[in-house]
Antibody
Framework: QVQLVQSGAEVKKPGASVKVSCKAS????????MHWVRQAPGQGLEWMGV????????IYAQKFQGRVTLTSDTSTSTVYMDLSSLRSEDTAVYYC???????????????WGQGTLVTVSS | SSELTQDPAVSVALGQTVRITCQGD??????ASWYQQKPGQAPVLVFY???NRPSGIPDRFSGSSSGNTASLTVTGAQAEDEADYYCNSRDISAYHWVFGGGTKLTVL
């Protein structure tokens, strides 16, 4: 079955970087884009960016432009989210989610990874 | 505007019907998708597009759209439907994606 398995929890100091992985299985990896979404404690979902897993286009949310880097390794069916210059406000659960789209009118995310907690604390 | 607006909380009596709404300019051009999130769990897709329910999602979940508003309706709400619900769509620029702020559904 389709699965997205993310790397484990991380604790980082302010100013450091974190790299979260998302390994896909059960489908043709290069046929789908992959989104990254985060959720701060007690808060809602926040879209961060999307990458064409097969290579090519990447779009970042304006809020994270310059601090986030999305990459894809087709040899291991894994996408990565690298967030730099971490601050306490980046403490959140980070999710990857597979993209589907139809007719340039509708997009949906299914499934989602289990989430990775990143804690930023001195 | 690139925002999607949801009521923060709604409640419904067990077995009754509830509608969760999502408003935004982008919904005049694009369809919404809806996600259910229970505490400590990842979001799960429950409805998308004009009339699409993923396999495994009970048919008491349905969706609709009119103008700048998308709606998720739960007909005959069950205790297990108590969760946070988020809408999502591409933003009006068609360049990014955006989530609504979420609606906490309480089943009384």
């Amino acid at each position: 079955q389709v699965q997205l398995v993310q790397s484990g929890a991380e604790v980082k100091k302010p100013g450091a970087s974190v790299k979260v992985s998302c390994k896909a299985s059960g489908y043709t990896f290069t046929s789908h884009y992959m989104h990254w979404v985060r959720q701060a404690p007690g808060q809602g979902l926040e879209w961060m960016g999307v990458i064409n897993a097969g290579g090519g286009s990447i779009i970042y949310a304006q809020k994270f432009q310059g601090r986030v880097t999305l990459t894809s390794d087709t040899s291991t069916s894994t996408v990565y989210m690298d967030l730099s210059s971490l601050r306490s406000e980046d403490t959140a659960v980070y999710y990857c989610a597979r993209d589907f789209s139809w007719n340039e009118k509708c997009w949906w995310f299914d499934p989602w990874g289990q989430g990775t907690l990143v804690t930023v604390s001195s | 505007s690139s925002e999607l607006t949801q009521d923060p909380a709604v409640s419904v009596a067990l077995g009754q019907t509830v509608r969760i709404t999502c408003q935004g300019d982008s919904l005049r051009s694009f369809y919404a998708s809806w996600y259910q999130q229970k505490p400590g769990q990842a979001p799960v897709l429950v409805f998308y597009g004009e009339n699409n329910r993923p396999s495994g999602i009970p048919d008491r979940f349905s969706g609709s759209s009119s103008g700048n508003t998308a709606s998720l309706t739960v007909t005959g709400a069950q205790a297990e439907d108590e969760a946070d619900y988020y809408c999502n769509s591409r933003d009006i620029s068609a360049y990014h994606w955006v989530f609504g702020g979420g609606t906490k559904l309480t089943v009384l």
